[in-house]
């Protein structure tokens, strides 16, 4: 049974550290549009936020992968939190970023560029050399932090200071929100559409999950894990009611991000494996030739996809493939090819 923790002062630590994200990435028109449907006076604080924190995107983006849905900063904070660390305020959290080994700043920096376990022993130059996911300047700022973690994060622990004292301003005018909707909080009420409810079936087999509830501003619903470790991070936006209720149109953005995932090999593979019959993980592994904390890796990117449900009526097959999904992908494709 899942055991859930909150607390309010850490989704105010990971709001902090997500909003850094906003001086350097540039979100889709799409993700506006549903700011707007939200509340018409959040799309404007959205951009009033974004211009305020443009003079820091230098200094922010050797930390900002523009790939990951997760960024670096917030894989630091997870860290913490696995290795039972639990700062309470964003400046002891910046003080425990300084004292974090090398070690631990480099797993984060790999978690945050989506390194499958299996392949985190490699050097960091041959798995940027392999990646074709970052520019050659991301690329280069990952190959700095790794070679000089402490340092860096030192770096990075003084330019987040400016972003709370620029972002601060913008926190407090949602905190009373922030708390009201905590208070409410229910998981099993946020079961509005089919997938979303098999995303947080999936989210109910981990043993512990940290709730980061953050405001309409930083806008998602998303879960980070460990392959092999049955914790979880959720992140619980104050809109995520009205995002579910949305989830299901299918626009750009959907497209790009379906494409994208069934774009790795090794991943199509596995969606296909995964829902046959009596398939197991080592099965797959064995296979496809990977290891198995390759196959939970390329898992949990299908099911947060939605590329992957589960299946209630037959135990022998776990997973169902997104039918209506795929449908839509392929479309799209041929009425934008006229195939």
């Known amino acids: 049974m899942t055991t859930y923790y909150f607390e309010a002062y850490r989704g105010q630590i990971f709001e902090f550290l997500a909003i850094s994200a906003m001086a350097v990435v540039d979100y889709s028109d799409d993700f506006k549009v549903l700011l707007s449907s939200v509340n018409k006076d959040v799309l404007s604080d959205y951009e009033e936020v974004a211009k305020a924190l443009a003079p820091l995107k230098d200094e922010l983006a050797p930390y900002i992968l523009k790939g990951p849905h997760f960024k670096f900063p917030s894989y630091l904070y997870w860290n913490l939190l ?66 000089h973690p402490k340092e860096m994060v030192s770096k990075f622990a003084v330019i987040l200071k400016k972003v709370k004292a620029i972002y601060d301003p913008y926190y407090k005018k949602y905190s009373q929100e922030l708390a009201n909707f905590s208070a409410q909080l229910d998981l099993n009420a946020l079961r509005i559409s089919e997938h979303e409810s098999n995303f947080l079936d999936y989210v109910g087999q981990l043993d512990d999950v940290h709730v980061m509830v953050v405001s309409k501003l930083i806008g998602s619903f998303a879960l980070i894990t460990e392959e092999n470790e049955a914790k979880g991070l959720l992140v619980v936006s104050t ?101």
């Open 82 to 147: 696995r290795q039972g660390q639990d700062p309470k305020t964003f400046e002891e959290t910046l003080a425990f970023f300084e004292g974090m080994s090398a070690e631990s700043i480099i797993e984060s920096l790999l978690e945050a560029m989506e390194v499958a376990e299996d392949r985190r022993g490699l050097l960091i130059s041959q798995l940027l050399e392999e990646s074709d996911r970052f520019s050659a300047q991301e690329k280069w700022y990952c190959y700095t932090i790794a070679q």
């Open 239 to 339: 809109s995520t009611p009205h995002y579910l209720s949305n989830v299901e149109q299918f626009n750009e953005e959907r497209f790009s991000e379906i494409v994208k995932c069934l774009s790795d090999t090794n991943r199509y593979k596995v969606l296909v494996e995964l829902v046959k019959s009596h398939m197991k993980n080592k099965d797959i592994a064995e296979k496809i030739g990977i290891t198995t904390a390759g196959v939970s890796f390329h898992t949990k990117k299908l099911i947060n996809q939605r590329l992957l449900t589960f299946n209630e009526e037959d135990k022998n097959i776990k997973y169902n493939i997104n039918k209506t999904l795929l449908r839509q992908v392929v479309d799209k494709l041929t009425k934008d090819f006229d195939l």
